[in-house]
């Protein structure tokens, strides 16, 4: 694997930038060779994302992007997951600069869970697995000193999905200029939120 | 007399250099507006404003590689996106020093500076604020009174357009509103309820310089309610140089803007006492160039400027240009800022909002008026804050994957409310500026900030922390957390002070028009004026100063005293 060169990186996503207009895929299509992930990985990727968020009236996470947004966001290191890892456990994959690559922990996590290929699961069984991981990751009571790595990968997948055109303006509703400020009306069951409403979004 | 290139040279292009330049234009001057960074036109350099998240390469969320390369500080401030990442400054490419403590300096190097970027929020001050330091003994009493203020604020507000709820408060003295934005029920039901177990407090909605009705005079209008206003705003509907003052001294023909000019130096002659004009360096080409005028206004913000006038130090005056007193750079300020309280609200599970309004709530300070009742300190604090629903980002707090969860996510969730307290900075002289030995990329010395909040001001969130848990709790909330340790300075985003106004030209820098002691030419209207920091939102008063002191300097101008 070609160690991660931060310096050649942004450079060459630089110059794409510049050449060809930034887009999410050419970006991913600029992921040093040792950051770009495997026909396998995406597969696994794609498929933990509509795991989480399926389709339902609308697209699921898988269905829209959702991996390769994830492969993006984890080389990138969108919510801090580019931050060296202190005390890691044993067998973690860490790059050289001490950051956990979750797409490789999540591969060998869900493996381990499997007793084999993760993959070549049936679909309930792969949902169970999953499903297994999460609610580990959300432990009752204080947050343990080493949370799981599930859970920035959890937060990506959900910023992939609800920041695309279909999780953001078909499974929730958006609106770019509201024009008038309702202070108070009634909220009926199903009525959809709104990924327009940027302080929501900011404050969780 | 000789002749020079201009009247007035204004330096900066932000919240008071716009105001300068208005004012100074209007009133017949010849003015050349000088300001660092790029040019940004209204509405044509908006380039995110209409973007949805997925048009964007990381979804609005920023390219984190990049940021931690050039953006490492900005990056610290809630509302840098992907969206607004083009109106903050490249920290690598800007580097300044922190000394003693710890700085976190969040700016606009731009045309319109952070007039873009602002929170937006303006409030009067009053005379428990500027009798502060008399009161306690803290930094030097303000020449100036709440009265010598009044008639600027209003004639600030009319053209700023300020939309707010008359109170009728001494310590929040109304002014000259647009009709306010509504609170949500929430946030009513939170008022009622403070106001019958306490009195003195009232919630109120923000003062915000989004107009709730056009002015077509400014081609300006009105709030399209998106709260998107830092990507800049096309319907001019929030004040920004580019919205307001640019467009009203342009239209008088006596306004030159040159953008990429980094002001290095005021010139003084110390035969005649005055300054003479700027130097500065052409930013794209690393030219020096250089212009005389009569008067100089230096709007550059609070630490530029007083970074200025240290870089300004001559034979004449070798601790600084206008620096007799010793006291330039010290006794600088920002707001002891923190989350207070953050409360879940039950009980209006069907009860929603349309719209994004642009603002949120100000609970006033109600500590140390006419009694001091603060328990280890002696100036005020306010929350601001609101009630919200949440939305989708907070499934990544819960277990859950599926339909189900999917589902849940679909609705807004539950109603919550937070309280973030806004502190009074001491003035104090170990906080302060300097120049650094290193230089920038340009070749001009790096400024160097050293900043430490005391212990009036965690004595003072402490309490903040028990009041606003008491309050929401009081309201029906259930608080799940809250702090009271301060974050670094410069996390309120108001750092002021050090080269402040006073009445003696042995322990100030400017008098009471915001005119150096010493150097009867040169104005300092910008944040930097400030002798004690109150705890409200500074920009308006700074606005209301800038146009105070313009009015007085074209009047000495114009009686050939200046």
């Not at chain 2, 250099?17 to 040019?39: D, I, N, S, Y």
Request: hydrophobic share 40%; charged share 20%.
């Amino acid at each position: 694997m070609t160690p991660w060169n931060r310096r050649e990186f942004l450079s060459a996503a630089g110059l794409l930038a510049a050449a060809l207009g930034t887009t999410p895929g050419r970006l991913l299509a600029a992921l040093p060779a040792g950051e770009a992930p495997t026909a396998q990985q995406s597969a696994l990727l794609k498929e933990v994302s509509q795991l989480v968020i399926p389709r339902t009236t609308t697209a699921g996470a898988g269905e829209v992007g959702g991996g390769a947004f994830l492969s993006l966001a984890l080389a990138h290191g969108l919510k801090g997951t580019r931050a060296p890892v202190k005390d890691a456990p044993a067998g973690w994959p860490l790059r050289a600069d001490g950051s956990l690559r979750h797409d490789l922990w999540l591969q060998q996590d869900l493996n381990r869970r499997a007793k084999g290929d993760f993959m070549a699961q049936p679909p309930a069984q792969r949902r169970a697995l999953l499903a297994a991981l999460d609610a580990e990751a959300f432990p009752a009571g204080p947050p343990p000193a080493q949370p799981s790595p599930w859970r920035a990968i959890k937060t990506l997948i959900l910023t992939g999905y609800y920041t695309s055109e279909e999780g953001g303006s078909k499974e929730l509703r958006y609106e770019a200029v509201p024009g008038r400020w309702d202070n108070d009306i009634p909220l009926h069951k199903g009525d959809r939120a709104f990924s327009s409403d940027w302080t929501a979004v900011d404050f969780g | 007399m000789t002749n020079h290139d201009f009247d007035v040279i204004v330096v900066g292009s932000g919240i008071t250099g716009g105001f300068a330049a208005k004012q100074l234009t209007e009133a017949g001057l010849k003015v050349l507006m000088l300001e660092r960074g790029r040019p940004i036109e209204h509405g044509a350099d908006y380039t995110t404003e209409m973007k949805t998240p997925w048009e964007m390469p990381f979804r609005g969320e920023g390219d984190a590689a990049l940021y931690a390369r050039d953006y490492p500080v900005q990056q610290l401030n809630r509302h840098f996106t992907e969206f607004t990442q083009n109106h903050f400054v490249n920290d690598a490419q800007n580097p300044y020093e922190v000394g003693e403590g710890a700085f976190t300096w969040f700016r606009s190097y731009q045309m319109g500076g952070r007039s873009l970027t602002w929170g937006r929020q303006c409030y009067r001050w009053s005379d428990y604020d500027f009798g502060a330091n008399k009161r306690d003994g803290h930094g030097a009493d303000w020449p100036i009174r709440y009265a010598d203020l009044a008639p600027w604020y209003d004639k600030v507000e009319e053209f700023v357009g300020v939309s707010g709820a008359k109170e009728g408060l001494a310590q929040l003295p109304d002014g000259h509103f647009q009709p306010p934005m509504a609170l949500n029920i929430v946030e009513q039901t939170v008022r009622e309820k403070i106001l019958k177990q306490w009195p003195d407090r009232c919630l109120t909605v923000g003062r915000t310089a989004n107009l709730t009705e056009a002015k077509p005079e400014l081609g300006r209008g009105p709030c399209q309610y998106r709260n998107i206003c830092m990507r800049g705003c096309s319907f001019g509907a929030y004040f920004s140089t580019q919205s307001s003052t640019l467009p009203a001294a342009t239209a008088t023909g006596r306004l030159t803007v040159i953008t990429n000019a980094q002001v290095e130096k005021v010139d003084y002659d110390p035969a005649t006492r005055r300054v003479t004009g700027v130097r500065w360096i052409d930013t794209q080409t690393k030219a020096r160039k250089s212009a005389t005028a009569r008067m100089v206004f230096l709007n550059a913000g609070a630490f530029n400027s007083v970074h200025l006038l240290l870089n300004s130090a001559s034979e004449a005056m070798p601790g600084g240009l206008a620096n007799g007193s010793g006291v330039l750079g010290t006794h600088i300020m920002d707001h002891a800022n923190t989350l207070s309280a953050a409360a879940i609200m039950p009980g209006f599970e069907d009860h929603t909002t349309f719209g994004n309004r642009p603002t949120g709530i100000v609970i006033p300070r109600f500590r140390n008026l006419d009694k001091l009742d603060g328990d280890g300190f002696t100036r005020g604090y306010s929350f601001q804050g609101g009630a919200l629903q949440s939305t989708w980002t907070a499934g990544a707090r819960e277990a859950g994957i599926g339909e189900d969860y999917k589902n849940h996510l679909r609705e807004p969730g539950a109603w919550r409310m937070v309280l973030v307290v806004f502190a009074e900075s001491v003035p104090r002289v170990t906080n302060r500026l300097a120049l650094s030995k290193k230089l920038d990329p340009l070749g001009v010395p790096q400024l160097e900030i050293s900043f430490n909040h005391g212990k009036e001001e965690l004595a003072a969130l402490a309490d903040a922390k028990k009041e606003a848990a008491s309050m929401l709790t009081a309201a029906g909330g259930h608080v799940i957390f809250g702090f009271d340790r301060p974050g670094p300075g410069g996390t309120a985003i108001h750092e002021m002070g050090g080269a402040r106004m006073g009445h003696d030209p042995a322990s100030s820098v400017l008098n009471k028009w915001s005119q150096a002691h010493q150097i009867d030419n040169l104005f300092v209207t910008d944040g930097a004026q400030m002798s004690s920091s109150a705890c409200q939102n500074p920009s308006l008063t700074y606005m209301a100063l800038t146009a105070r002191a313009a009015d007085y300097a074209v009047t000495r101008m114009k009686a050939g005293a200046i």
